[in-house]
């Protein structure tokens, strides 16, 4: 059964539209992670939260946004996409920022005409 | 800073065992992993190796780490094609949160 669930699994949105990409998990963990993995690249984190508790990258750009309003859900919302967004965009959860184990997504593959 | 590098391709024959590299700049990293990401999947956890071991064996799956020169590498034993994927090695970040720096990935083929 999957545990990370992302949805959708491909998003394509026009330059400019905000998006809002899902992530469920049934885990009951603690924390989660939004990670950016472009094309032939390594994936790079953007942002996690510790329970509610937000914790963003120094160098990830203020257009990408998230809101966890329980465990079990986790959103990232890109306000304006450009043509660079376009990217897989992978959901992760660990039980605490101890635990050595990361749970990833399927992925969102999303695509900015 | 932190970093990992990886070779990008690497093709084997079916039955030969593949060895894939890695290398990493944070030597104060607690550990070391391999995740799996097969197409259209997500990353799956392979193995990890904690920095106090220099070598861990699972099934078909051996991890080697030597720290002074901050190499990892992934040796897999009797590769069947089934094992075709992209393969990311990653560290965990010694910053006192649970973020993994990732490398690029090795695309492995395995061929008749």
């Known amino acids: 059964d999957a545990m990370v669930i992302q949805n959708p699994r491909y998003q394509v949105t026009q330059f400019g539209k905000p998006v809002t990409l899902s992530c469920s998990q049934t885990l009951n963990h603690n924390v989660m992670y939004w990670y950016q993995q472009k094309s032939s690249q390594a994936p790079k984190l953007l942002f996690h939260y510790y329970d509610k508790d937000f914790n963003n990258e120094a160098d990830t750009p203020d257009n990408f946004q998230s809101r966890r309003p329980n465990t079990s859900f986790c959103f990232l919302d890109i306000r304006s996409p450009g043509l660079g967004d376009a990217a897989m965009y992978l959901c992760?959860?660990?039980?605490?920022?101890?635990?050595?184990?990361?749970?990833f997504g399927p992925g969102t593959r999303l695509t900015v005409t | 800073g932190e970093d990992v590098e990886q070779s990008l391709f690497l093709s084997v024959r079916e039955g030969d065992s593949s060895v894939i590299n890695c290398t990493y700049t944070d030597s104060s990293s607690t550990y070391l992993y391999w995740y799996k990401q097969e197409p259209g999947a997500g990353l799956q956890l392979l193995t990890y190796?904690?920095?106090?071991?220099d070598m861990k064996q699972d099934q078909r799956l051996t991890v080697l780490l030597n720290k002074k020169d901050k190499h990892l590498s992934l040796r897999i034993a009797d590769t069947q094609t089934g094992d075709s994927a992209i393969y990311f090695c990653?560290?965990?970040?010694?910053?006192?949160?649970?973020?993994?720096?990732f490398g690029a990935g090795t695309r492995l083929a395995v061929h008749p």
């Open positions: 990653a560290e965990r970040f010694s910053g006192g949160y649970n973020k993994l720096i």
């Open positions: 992760a959860t660990s039980r605490d920022n101890s635990n050595y184990e990361q749970y």
């Open positions: 190796i904690f920095s106090n071991m």
